[in-house]
Structure formats: C-alpha cells, structure tokens
C-alpha cells in the first residue's frame, strides 16, 4: 500500500497557461475525489468518480476544469486559461467500497502557483 | 444548509497540557456522518474518526476522545497529555445521507504544542 500519490507536488505557471495534474490513488480504490484547499481554508469539494464515471461536479468547477479517470485508476485534473484565483492546493483522495462516507485516504498535493 | 464551524482558529499548548478542539455543526438532514481529520506540515490530511448521527457514544483512543452532542450539534475532539507531534492542523467535516459522497469541512484549528 503506496498510499495517494500525486505529481507534480508544486507547479508555477503564468496566467493563461494550461496545467494539468496527476492523482494515483490507492490500488483496488473505486472511489477519487478532487478537492481544493486555499491558505486558512478547509479543502472544498470539486467533483469525484466511481471508477471512470464521473459522477458529480461541483459549481466551483468552471469550464476552465475538466477532470479524467480514463480507466478506472490514475485521474487528471486540468486547468485551462489559469487565473491567479486559481491558485491553491489541489488534493486528491481516495477510498474503497460501495458506500460512501468511507475514509478518504489523501494524497500531500500539488499546490499552484499562478503568477 | 450544511455548514462547519471551528471557531478557534489557532491554539498554542505547552506539551502534556490537555487540549480541546471545537466543532459545531449544521445540518437539516437526520442521518449524517461526523469526521476528524488531522493535516500534518506534510499536507496530506489523514482519518482520525467518522461518527453516524446515530451513535452518540463517546470514544476513545489512546490520548484522543471524541464528544459527539446531538443537542448543541457539537462533536469536539480532546487531546490528553498533548506531544509535539501533535502540532497540525485539525479539520472536522460533515457528511449528509442525501449528499453523501462529499465531505463539508470546517475552516480547521491549528495547534501547536511546545516542548
């Protein structure tokens, strides 16, 4: 058990550039979830799959963000167009099981960096 | 609406002191799931405790205890004999039966404890 892991742990870019991050989440977990945590803030809710369906998205997804699980394990989260508002932690977590309200097992996060 | 609220937003202790943190929750929903997460200078936020609505039961855990109260919608979480290792931030968040694959939290208490 490697635990969540995401790539890259920080990224700075310049507004109006496209990133794009990585979450591997725990092997055999069913369930990612996209949070994101600015400074003095708890993490708030972005969107979250069940395998590869993406199941829910939250209003503070714009359409700036599109987030993948392609096959059911690694998923990616995408900026486009990035605003300095963007800048924060983007954590990633994951949990196994059919129910939810199961612990989520988080990754350290990639925090962004919007110049 | 559901809502989090910790309203101590930094507690500094000297070691072995007791020390409690504070979470008052709100929610129109009767089932529902109560969690503690602790986050590390490290970043990634990690499962102290979950607590249906249902269940009141005090618990303990080795120098952690939870205090769930129905009544003043209320879920505090005491460390005994604070280490240093206990210097994080802690977040409590909040789970809904019909909204259950998100989790809501609160703004966290950061801690700190001094040798």
């Known amino acids: 058990d490697t635990g969540v892991s995401q790539d890259p742990r920080h990224k700075i870019t310049k507004r109006g550039q496209n990133v794009t991050f990585r979450c591997d989440p725990i092997s055999e977990h069913n369930r990612l979830y996209w949070y994101r945590q600015t400074l003095g803030q708890g993490p708030e809710f972005l969107t979250y799959?069940?395998?590869?369906?993406?199941?829910?998205k939250s209003r503070l997804l714009s359409d700036r963000f599109s987030a993948e699980r392609p096959k059911g394990s690694f998923s990616t989260l995408e900026i486009q167009r990035t605003e300095q508002g963007d800048s924060a932690m983007y954590l990633c977590?994951?949990?196994?099981?059919?129910?939810?309200?199961?612990?989520?097992?988080f990754g350290s996060g990639t925090q962004l960096s919007v110049l | 609406a559901q809502k989090v609220t910790q309203a101590q937003t930094e507690i500094s202790v000297v070691e072995k002191e007791d020390v409690t943190l504070d979470c008052v929750y709100e929610t129109r929903d009767t089932t529902y799931y109560l969690f503690w997460y602790k986050q590390p200078p490290s970043g990634e936020l990690v499962f102290l405790i979950r607590?249906?609505?249902?269940?009141?039961q005090n618990e303990i855990s080795g120098r952690y205890s939870w205090n769930f109260q129905k009544s003043t919608s209320s879920f505090n979480f005491t460390i005994t004999a604070s280490q240093v290792v206990d210097s994080a931030v802690y977040f409590c968040?909040?789970?809904?039966?019909?909204?259950?694959?998100?989790?809501?939290f609160g703004t966290g208490t950061r801690l700190q404890v001094f040798p």
């Open positions: 977590a994951s949990s196994l099981g059919a129910a939810a309200n199961e612990k989520l097992f």
């Open positions: 607590r249906n609505s249902f269940d009141e």
């Open positions: 968040a909040l789970s809904e039966a019909w909204n259950t694959d998100k989790l809501i």
């Open positions: 799959f069940q395998n590869e369906a993406q199941l829910e």
